[in-house]
C-alpha cells in the first residue's frame, strides 16, 4: 500500500536532521531541550563574568569591539561573525548561540569550547554577546546602550 513508499521517504529526511527527532531549530535535541538561564542571562555580574571569558578567548578572532576585526581574524575563511551585527543578533537566540560556542563550527574555524569552558562560562559569554546590541525597548530607554561604545552597556562597566 502507500504506507511503506510514505515511510522510505521521511525516514531518511528525519535523519537528515541530524538526529531521530527533527527540530524546528536545527539543533541537536540535547540542545533543544536545554534549559535557557534567563535570571543568570540577565545578571549583570554573570554578563561581566561573560565579557572577562570573551577577552582571554576570543577576542583574538572575534576582535577588541566583537565586531569579527580580531588580529587573527583577518587570515579566517569564513571571517569570526561580527557579534555586535543586530540582523544577526535578530535572526539567533540564546540555544543557537550556547550551540555554536560549545561545538564550534563544524570544520569551519570556530573552535568548540564544550571541553574547556563549563555549561556556566559558556552562559555567561552568551549572556555577555546579547549586551552587544540592545534590545529596541532597552535602547530606547537608554540611549548610552545604543551610543559610541561597540560593546554597548557590558563595554561600559
Ligand atoms: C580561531 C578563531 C576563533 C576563536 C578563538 C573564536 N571564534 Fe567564534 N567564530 C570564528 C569564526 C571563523 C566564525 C564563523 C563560523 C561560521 O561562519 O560558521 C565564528 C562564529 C562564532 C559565532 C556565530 C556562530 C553562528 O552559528 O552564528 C559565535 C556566537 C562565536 N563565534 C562565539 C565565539 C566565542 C564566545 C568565542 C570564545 C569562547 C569564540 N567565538 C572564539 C572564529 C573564532
Same mark, same amino acid.
Given at each position: 500500500m502507500h504506507r511503506p513508499a510514505l515511510t522510505a521517504v521521511l525516514l531518511p529526511l528525519a535523519f537528515a536532521a541530524g538526529s531521530c527527532r527533527a527540530h524546528e531549530s536545527g539543533l541537536p535535541a540535547v540542545y533543544e531541550e536545554i534549559q535557557v538561564p534567563a535570571r543568570e542571562l540577565a545578571s549583570p555580574d554573570i554578563q561581566r563574568q561573560g565579557r572577562v571569558i570573551y577577552r582571554e578567548r576570543?577576542?583574538?578572532?572575534?576582535?577588541e569591539h566583537a565586531?569579527?576585526?580580531?588580529?587573527?581574524?583577518?587570515?579566517?575563511?569564513? @571571517? =569570526?561573525?561580527?557579534?555586535?551585527d543586530s540582523a544577526w543578533q535578530a535572526r539567533t537566540d540564546e540555544r543557537h548561540v550556547y550551540y555554536a560556542i560549545a561545538e564550534g563550527g563544524h570544520g569551519k574555524?570556530? @573552535? =568548540?569550547?564544550k571541553a574547556t569552558l563549563s555549561p556556566g562560562e559558556i552562559w555567561s559569554l552568551v549572556a555577555y554577546i546579547r549586551t552587544l546590541v540592545a534590545p529596541p525597548a532597552a535602547a530606547a530607554g537608554a540611549p548610552a546602550a545604543a551610543?559610541?561604545?561597540?560593546?554597548?552597556r557590558a563595554g561600559q562597566q
Open positions: 576570543c577576542l583574538a578572532c572575534h576582535g565586531d569579527g576585526k580580531g588580529s587573527l581574524g583577518g587570515a579566517l575563511r569564513p @571571517p =569570526p561573525t561580527d557579534l555586535t574555524p570556530m @573552535p =568548540p569550547w551610543g559610541t561604545s561597540h560593546l554597548g
